[in-house]
């Protein structure tokens, strides 16, 4: 009831850039003003900080940008498609319909956080538009909130962008940590488990939800279905060669290890799937077109991303944040804290890459200095990203404009699968360590 009767307001998620941004600036001269220093010109200083780091993540930016519309681009080709029908066509009632969209969610989101979350939507959309017509009564609102899970599980799967970036040579960390392989963390032993579990408790979740009392309301079809008219099969010829070319990469003998899955790797897969798909390039164009408005967002926010942590590294403040974790935690504790932290970080920075390019240097330093597992740590934080992505809108609105719901529908149960979530990922990491 009292979810219900609240109206939840929040910020736009630029306005939080820029207001994490002022914090970082002023948080920078408040702990590193040396003493010689005067106020106003130590100010001018940390603003240079930050204005010098605001393009230091372009190729972290572009990457970001081209999972989302890769993903997209492939989530609304026609094949993918027709197995949307053929899922919501085998939908008989309303556990079918909840269990059915959670477990596709899941298992996409997993795979491709981008095509999992457009993914999600249109079947949940379709599983709606189905059973109306077949005069099925469902939970509409949990079948959308249901078609929103794979953004609980993205950070630990094949799109996550902490594990894919540390990953990659050359990257902004590798100075500090190497390369990580994903066989250390996305393969990992202890992640792994860790999502076996989650799977488990949110489908035990999802049943039970299921079971609940609903208001049911009919859902019309509104005719959003994109038409392609591409009748070319070049898309099909250049596809074919990118899909072989990424696939070969498991066959070279020299990556027992699979290090060459990076970011790249992912997006490079995902655009060979994508044109594979769509067979015509004009149609593959089409869809790109449409999938890029889902990525202002990251194009307007990454750079003040970039110059906060501008400012953390070029101050000293991160060193100083590190040492403060130190003081206050042990090699037993650091890792909750800072899955609680990357959970409410998450609140305020709605964005996977951007939270791993603050958080991550301060986590990197405190990890080296306690002894602990990094690739553990990278996994920790991911885990504390995604979950409350349960709680915040930033990520849900393409969901929300393609099934209609409303925020406050959604969160009337995203919220039961944050608690789900909180529950096994805290159990995994105390066990994990």
């Known amino acids: 009831m009292l979810i219900k009767q609240l109206k939840f307001s929040f910020p736009t998620p630029f306005d939080l850039a820029l207001a994490l941004s002022a914090i970082s600036v002023l948080w920078a001269v408040m702990a590193t003003k040396p003493v010689e220093d005067d106020f106003l010109s130590y100010s001018w200083q940390v603003l240079a900080y930050w204005k010098d780091g605001v393009w230091g993540l372009l190729e972290f930016t572009l990457q970001m940008v081209l999972i989302l519309i890769f993903g997209h681009a492939l989530a609304i080709s026609k094949p993918v498609s027709n197995v949307l029908d053929a899922v919501a066509s085998t939908v008989k009632n309303n556990t079918q319909a909840v269990l059915v969209t959670g477990i596709s969610t899941l298992l996409a989101g997993y795979l491709n956080w981008g095509f999992g979350l457009v993914f999600g939507a249109i079947l949940a959309r379709r599983i709606g538009e189905r059973t109306t017509f077949k005069r099925v009564k469902i939970n509409y609102s949990l079948v959308s909130a249901s078609g929103y899970l794979g953004m609980m599980i993205w950070h630990g799967g094949f799109s996550g962008s902490a594990p894919l970036k540390v990953a990659e040579k050359g990257h902004f960390l590798e100075g500090e940590i190497g390369v990580i392989p994903v066989s250390e963390t996305i393969l990992s032993a202890f992640n792994l488990r860790i999502n076996l579990f989650l799977l488990i408790g949110l489908l035990i979740g999802l049943w039970l939800l299921s079971k609940k009392k609903y208001t049911y309301k009919p859902v019309q079809d509104k005719g959003g279905r994109i038409n392609f008219q591409g009748k070319d099969s070049l898309g099909w010829i250049v596809g074919g060669i990118i899909c072989v070319l990424a696939i070969g990469d498991f066959w070279t003998g020299t990556n027992l290890k699979l290090s060459f899955i990076s970011l790249n790797y992912i997006n490079f897969l995902l655009m060979g799937l994508g044109l594979l798909l769509h067979k015509s ?153």
Do not use: C, H
Request: net charge neutral; aromatic share 14%.
């Open 281 to 433: 390039l004009n149609n593959y164009v089409r869809a790109i077109e449409v999938a890029l408005k889902g990525a202002a967002g990251i194009v307007l926010q990454f750079p003040f991303y970039a110059g906060i942590l501008g400012v953390f590294k070029s101050s000293g403040l991160l060193l100083l944040i590190a040492g403060y974790f130190v003081d206050i935690s042990s090699p037993d504790t650091f890792p909750l804290l800072t899955f609680f932290s990357a959970a409410m970080i998450n609140l305020f920075v709605p964005s996977g890459g951007g939270q791993w390019a603050v958080q991550g240097p301060v986590i990197v330093e405190t990890a080296s200095q306690m002894g602990l597992s990094v690739s553990k740590m990278i996994m920790v934080m991911a885990y504390g990203d995604q979950l409350t992505n349960m709680l915040q809108p930033f990520w849900a609105l393409p969901l929300l404009a393609i099934t209609g719901v409303l925020p406050k529908d959604l969160l009337r149960y995203t919220i039961y699968f944050f608690l789900v979530g909180l529950s096994v990922l805290v159990l995994g990491i105390i066990w994990g360590f």
